[in-house]
């Protein structure tokens, strides 16, 4: 079948690979501080809302637990990524060990949010005492917590797709301590306790549509679709204009993980062209129009050998 192929860059488990996959290593030690600091924080918040009675702090604690497992798994990927694999079994690496640990975090999100809108529609009607003054503390504690986080991310995230998706979470959770700490003074303005509902139900909807948007992309990563923001058949239509290409078949493009997007083709070469020049112009067009760094490019003479079709 085969009269050539090559491969666009390193195996996603070869050496090399494993050292530069993830920009996010270069920043494993701030991402770590970030994690320890998100994690005891939520274990506070968590507890504060408890004893306090506010669904709102129970509701952004939900979401900064959220934070911990997106932490946690860009942390993970960093540190389980550069491991070899001793079994020869795992060719793609450890690199899907973020995308679990993503839907983890989509569990754990859906979970809090319904949790949080059921409880808020039982209290309707009902006055519940609320502490204020633990509200103000702890919210004013997380922004600070979000702020610092923020700033250890800050320079990761233009890097990094796994490290830009944690700050974003930290970003949306800052967001929440704001929330809290609005809802504790208009409590005190007011006197009443709807404000602690209005504002948890608030957030607790924008987590489960935060949930239900991580959700989806962890979806289409583990069911192989084509990267986000790549359109197969242009991608299909630009190799088939690469001169000395008859016929182009057996296209794949998948995600193997935040920010490594990867690809397979069937190119049938006219007769007399040269290969080596369409392996060069074929993995230009991936890598460079459409960010696909690992390609593997199997060529074919027109006439010469048939690809057996696939039979799935």
């Known amino acids: 079948m085969g009269m050539g192929h090559a491969h666009g860059g390193d ?9 530069t996959g993830h920009a996010g290593a270069r920043y494993r030690v701030r991402l770590a501080c970030a994690f320890v600091l998100t994690s005891v924080f939520f274990v506070v918040e968590l507890i504060a809302g408890v004893i306090s009675g506010s669904l709102a702090l129970l509701s952004d604690a939900g979401h900064m637990g959220a934070d911990v497992v997106a932490l946690g798994a860009v942390l993970a990927a960093t540190v389980i990524a550069s491991r070899p694999d001793r079994s020869g079994r795992r060719t793609f690496g450890h690199y899907r060990v973020e995308i679990f640990a993503s839907a983890l975090a989509v569990l754990i999100m859906g979970g809090m949010g319904v949790y949080v809108l059921v409880e808020a529609f039982s209290r309707l009607g009902s006055e519940a005492h609320v502490a204020t003054g633990t509200m103000l503390i702890v919210g004013a504690m997380g922004l600070v917590v979000n702020v610092v986080s923020l700033l250890l991310l800050r320079g990761g995230s233009s890097e990094s797709l796994a490290v830009r998706g944690a700050y974003l979470e930290v ?3 800052a967001a929440g301590s704001v929330g809290v700490i609005a809802a504790a003074l208009l409590i005190r303005a007011t006197g009443s306790t709807v404000w602690d509902l209005v ?11 935060r949930a239900g948007m991580l959700g989806r992309q962890v979806v289409a990563v583990l069911a192989q679709h084509a990267p986000a923001g ?3 058949a242009a991608v299909e239509s630009e190799l088939a204009s690469v ?8 296209l794949h ?4 993980t935040s920010g490594m997007d990867v690809g397979t083709v069937h190119l049938v070469a006219a007769p007399g062209a040269l290969h080596a020049g369409i392996l060069d112009e074929a993995r230009r067009v991936l890598r460079e129009g459409h960010g696909i760094e690992h390609a593997t490019v199997q060529i074919e003479t027109a006439g010469v050998v048939e690809c057996r079709a696939l039979g799935w």
């Open 11 to 19: 195996s996603p488990g070869s050496a090399h690979s494993r050292t």
């Open 171 to 173: 970003l949306a959770d």
């Open 199 to 209: 504002v948890a139900v608030a957030i607790a909807a924008f987590i489960v549509i």
């Open 230 to 232: 790549v359109d197969p």
């Open 243 to 250: 001169p000395g290409v008859e016929e182009v078949h057996d």
């Open 253 to 256: 493009l998948w995600t193997l």
